[in-house]
């Protein structure tokens, strides 16, 4: 990376060091927790008609690493321009990864500091999942547990979806909740169980209790039709039961 870029970083980092230490570290900044050894994909959406010219992930741990379309061992940083979209994976967590983190994006020659986080590295997660990757077909069910731990019994518990925003509340019934999405809690973990999945429904969510979230990825994939080979081995299977 040029001196200049990493000149203009460290003059972004100094600036998130003010505003945020105001603004963004307070409520509503999010934090991921992770166990040891555990991963983590953090997807950021950049706006599809004026996409950024340049996309950094950058380690306040350290001041001197930016990352831009990245794979290495524990780290890979991807840009999917056809889904407006760039995804953060983070390997083999240790406790030294604990941090902040940010995703600086340059648009019209401008970086601009999209999202930051803060990692924590730490055997009991505060939100974890059961399992960051779920997938169905159209019209399937899917659910996804997310647990909580005993301190956030009482915070706010959501699901939301990254793309547009939305979020679905837990304990919340008014109508302004799509009725295909159904969450229920049982004081130690929420299930959300979404109904009906259409295509438009990929794509990354998170479980959040207070601050505290995880993120998980939905594939979505066509309904199948009935495969002939499936229809041959149940043909086989019953020949061969007579
Ligand atoms: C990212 O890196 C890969 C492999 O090094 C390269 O083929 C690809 O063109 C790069 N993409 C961008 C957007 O720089
Ligand atoms: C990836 O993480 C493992 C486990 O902590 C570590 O042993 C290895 O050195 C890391 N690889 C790199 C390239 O940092
Ligand atoms: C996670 O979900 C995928 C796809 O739905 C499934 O294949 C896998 O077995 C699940 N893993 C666990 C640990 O539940
Ligand atoms: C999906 O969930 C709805 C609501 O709980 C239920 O009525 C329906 O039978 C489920 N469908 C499948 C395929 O499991």
């Known amino acids: 990376m040029a001196v200049y870029e990493k000149a203009k970083l460290f003059y972004i980092s100094i600036g998130f060091w003010l505003t945020l230490g105001v603004e963004c570290f307070g409520e509503s900044n999010h934090i991921l927790t992770i166990?040891?050894?555990?991963?983590?994909?953090?997807?950021?959406?950049?706006?599809?008609?004026?996409?950024?010219?340049?996309?950094?992930?950058?380690?306040?741990?350290?001041?001197?690493?930016?990352?831009?379309?990245?794979?290495?061992?524990?780290l890979s940083v991807i840009d999917h321009p056809d889904q407006s979209l760039f995804t953060v994976t983070m390997r083999n967590l240790q406790n030294k990864h604990t941090g902040h983190y940010s995703c600086v994006v340059e648009t019209d020659g401008k970086p601009t500091a999209t999202h930051d986080l803060y990692l924590q590295v730490q055997s009991a997660p505060d939100v974890s999942v059961m399992n960051s990757s779920v997938s169905g077909h159209e019209g399937d069910n899917v659910s996804v547990q997310c647990f909580y731990s005993s301190g956030y019994k009482d915070k706010l518990k959501q699901w939301c979806r990254y793309k547009d925003k939305s979020c679905y509340t837990v304990g919340r019934t008014d109508t302004s909740q799509s009725s295909s999405v159904q969450i229920s809690d049982d004081g130690r973990s929420f299930t959300v169980l979404m109904t009906g999945l259409r295509l438009s429904d990929s794509g990354w969510y998170f479980c959040s209790a207070g601050e505290a979230l995880n993120t998980v990825q939905l594939t979505v994939t066509k309904a199948e039709p009935v495969s002939v080979t499936t229809e041959k081995e149940k043909w086989r299977f019953c020949l061969s039961q007579n």
């Open 35 to 74: 166990k040891p050894g555990g991963s983590v994909t953090i997807p950021y959406h950049y706006d599809e008609k004026n996409p950024p010219q340049k996309k950094y992930w950058h380690s306040y741990i350290d001041q001197s690493k930016t990352y831009t379309n990245t794979t290495e061992e524990n």
